[in-house]
């Protein structure tokens, strides 16, 4: 009995890192901005997103090492700390923490938001 609960426990432990890992070397790499919104209202109870452009160097490069190199809409670089817990990241650059929320994770693309923007991204 305490075998086949000790192979259980240890099964499912492989499973649950080796899908951590997986989802962390999708997001490791250098993301570029495509495509910027920011959700503005429309009438008292109604929201959408308008698109507020974005430069062609604008982007996101989230390492291996946790470490996050970031470069704005007007060129500026900063670097600094990544963490991710299920569907959020967590930015810590110059004692700021911001958070962004994954909607969309694939090979070759990422969606999130933060706050009132959404960030469309290809690498």
Known sequence: MKATT?????????IFFSCNHKQK???????????????????SNSYTYVDIGSTNNMSYNFMENNEIRIITKYGS?????????????TVNIKQETKEFKILNLTDKNLTMTSGKFKFYLKN
């Open 77 to 89: 670089k900063l670097t600094g700390k990544w963490f991710r817990n299920d569907s959020l990241i």
């Open 25 to 43: 070397t999708l997001l490791s790499k250098k993301w570029e901005v495509t495509k910027m919104e920011k959700k503005v209202k429309v009438m």
């Open 6 to 14: 000790l192979i259980s426990i240890t099964a499912s432990l492989l």
